[in-house]
């Protein structure tokens, strides 16, 4: 009964996506707009969350500075669900003209050095559509994704996330594929910026005036199979354009110290958050756990 009920509204709301994802890119901005102006005016979504994230990481701006921050950061969620639900539809052609990959020669000197890559990003932009990293480099491109319970829409987001060359795989099965699949041509997707269950935490680092607990995953894999390590920073040129620069952290993380991967994968995305703090996923409860706290 209950896959019954996952089916019927799957398909139901199904042709309500792909008659959204066709439109036009003024038209789903119009969209967002509104959107926009329901979210955050009329709904608040998570807005004490977002305040609070905003206040602690950013102590030297005033009231006023955080809510303009604030107001910019839905403006720019409400895009990122448009463009996402337009995922479903965009040609790899209108992709690739919309998300430019700036430097990918940086893939393919570690290709022609037989090093798979360890592709770090964060919730930074349009992350959605990193997925288009693979058009750009000649990796076998995987990543990770968080499996729905509903099996129905699971396969679609999967089939849509794959359309532009990514294999994906669920959280669960990680170190399985990765482990058997260790040839020196792949890439491997991690987003590490969020926060990990408490009964995981294992490191703390600083990030945004902030005691963070993180996830060791992306650490721990990169080093146990010798992969370089590269971080991806996606900045917006205009609506509904970005470009993508990559910079080599490590050619060969297993000769780095433990924590040193983390360490600067966050030193990094602070920087760039601290340059565009509006386009970071602040209604994350990405500091709900306290440090010395027990839970």
């Not at 009920?5 to 003024?26: C, D, E, N, R, V």
């Not at 996402?84 to 992709?95: G, N, Q």
């Not at 993180?214 to 080093?223: C, I, P």
Request: charged share 25%.
């Amino acid at each position: 009964m209950k896959n019954f009920k996952q089916a019927i509204g799957t398909y139901l709301i199904l042709p309500f996506i792909y008659g959204i994802s066709f439109m036009p890119h003024f038209i789903l901005y119009m969209i967002s707009d509104f959107f926009y102006f329901f979210l955050y005016h009329i709904i608040k979504y998570r807005l004490p969350v977002i305040y609070e994230n905003l206040s602690n990481s950013f102590p030297d701006k005033t009231r006023a500075e955080i809510l303009v921050i604030q107001k910019a950061f839905y403006k720019n969620l409400m895009d990122i669900i448009l463009e996402t639900v337009k995922e479903f539809s965009i040609s790899k052609k209108e992709m690739k003209k919309r998300f430019k990959f700036i430097n990918p020669e940086v893939f393919q000197e570690h290709f022609n050095n037989k090093k798979s890559v360890m592709m770090m990003m964060g919730h930074f932009n349009n992350w959605e559509y990193g997925v288009s990293t693979s058009m750009w480099v000649p990796q076998d491109c995987w990543a990770v994704y968080a499996r729905l319970e509903n099996k129905f829409m699971n396969k679609y987001l999967v089939h849509t996330r794959e359309r532009f060359g990514f294999k994906l795989y669920p959280m669960e099965d990680t170190y399985n594929v990765m482990l058997n699949h260790k040839q020196g041509d792949k890439l491997y997707m991690f987003m590490a910026d969020q926060s990990p269950h408490h009964s995981k935490i294992k490191y703390w680092t600083d990030f945004l005036h902030q005691q963070t607990p993180v996830h060791l995953g992306a650490e721990k894999l990169s080093r146990m199979l010798n992969m370089a390590v590269v971080f991806i920073d996606i900045q917006k040129v205009k609506r509904g354009y970005y470009e993508i620069t990559a910079s080599t952290l490590f050619d060969d993380a297993a000769k780095t110290q433990e924590y040193e991967i983390t360490n600067a994968y966050f030193e990094k995305l602070e920087k760039i958050i601290q340059e565009n703090p509006a386009n970071w996923l602040w209604s994350h409860k990405r500091w709900k756990y306290k440090k010395g706290i027990k839970y």
